[in-house]
């Protein structure tokens, strides 16, 4: 699926907390929290807070687990966990496109 057309004149739309809930629910388990002082490092991400879904819904490849990676409100990252272990990166146009999808 090919990412929203941007208008390099316009703002960038920005993935945010709210909408991760729209798309998969409350997380199964949040590591950090949004006023974290200290930085977590982990698979060349620096973070300070975490969500992780174990079966996350809405999923068409069911995958064993969705991590969203938070920088205070920022989005950072999102990887999906496929069953077979191998870890699937999706860029924050790729989200933003599926929400707009369900829109």
């Known amino acids: 699926m090919a990412a929203p057309d941007i208008d390099p004149g316009m703002p960038h739309p920005r993935l945010e907390r ?16 949004v006023n974290e002082p200290r930085q977590r490092h982990e698979h060349g991400l620096q973070f300070n807070e975490l969500w992780i879904y174990d079966r996350p819904k809405h999923e068409p490849s069911h995958p064993k687990a969705r991590r969203i990676y938070w920088q205070r409100y920022d989005f950072v990252a999102s990887e999906r966990v496929e069953r077979d272990g191998h870890v699937v990166r999706e860029s924050e146009a790729e989200l933003l496109a599926r929400l707009a999808d369900e829109g």
């Open 18 to 33: 709210n909408d991760v809930v729209k798309l998969f629910g409350t997380p199964s388990e949040t590591v950090g929290s």
